[in-house]
């Protein structure tokens, strides 16, 4: 049975994705939503896949490792996403549990990451996340980083989805946006992570491929 908050929820967030994508003259099957359920228990989720939902996020590797496998098997078809800084260490779990990783930010998780797809034979949609905003405490590479990095990850044959931001808080959000579009443009890669509950509709209004909204789908985290 369908959850009539969850769904009532996802159905305003899918029909906001599709007025800023048609504001922006783009289709919005040209956007994925990814739930990110971090700290959400499955109970919470449940109700969300019910309503059609796909593509889930969560930003640590155990939390997911705890949450994910039993619904994986249980709803085939479910696309799971890591939106969280990843450790090294870290790395060959990540992409046995992970369909996409959005936080490839620096030269020694290349190097990790390739290592394990080439283990594990699983090739997940690689996002390099920027430091947009240049903030000393945020995860990111640092803008004039990116060539190189991307240089390193062609080198290492990782599958490079696009690129992922995280703007600064509070203050708006669409000139950070437009400059991730434009590094994509740039360095010719075509996917674009942005846009949070906050700030979603304006990330579309700019390209976002793909949108990662937590409180707007699930209320706010426990
Ligand atoms: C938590 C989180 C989100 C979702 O944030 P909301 O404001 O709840 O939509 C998106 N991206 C990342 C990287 C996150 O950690």
């Known amino acids: 049975m369908i959850d009539a908050s969850a769904s009532e929820r996802i159905e305003a967030v899918r029909a906001a994705i599709a007025g800023a994508a048609k504001i922006a003259g783009r289709q919005p099957a040209a956007v994925t939503l990814v739930a990110v359920s971090k700290t959400q228990p499955v109970e919470a989720i449940v109700p969300l896949i019910a ?7 969560e930003n640590r590797v155990q939390e997911a490792r ?16 890591l939106v969280g800084q990843l450790q090294s260490n870290k790395a060959e779990e990540a992409v046995r549990l992970f369909d996409a990783i959005h936080s ?24 390099v996340q920027v430091n947009i905003g240049e903030e000393p405490q945020k995860g990111g590479c640092a803008i004039a980083e990116l060539p190189a990095l991307l240089d390193r990850c062609r080198e290492a044959e990782i599958p490079v989805a696009g690129l992922m931001c995280i703007p600064p808080a509070e203050v708006e959000a669409a ?17 674009l992570s942005m846009g949070m509950s906050a700030d979603y509709e304006s990330a579309v209004m700019l390209g976002a491929t793909h949108v990662r909204v937590g409180t707007a789908l699930f209320g706010i985290r426990r």
């Open 51 to 57: 309503a059609g939902q796909r593509d889930f996020g």
């Open 66 to 81: 705890d949450k994910w496998p039993a619904l994986k098997a249980a709803h085939p078809g479910l696309r799971l996403h």
């Open 104 to 127: 490839l930010d620096r030269e020694s998780l290349v190097a990790a990451l390739g290592r394990a797809m080439a283990k594990t034979g699983r090739r997940p949609d690689c996002f």
């Open 175 to 191: 000139p950070y946006f437009a400059l991730l579009a434009k590094l994509a443009r740039r360095h010719d890669v075509t996917g």
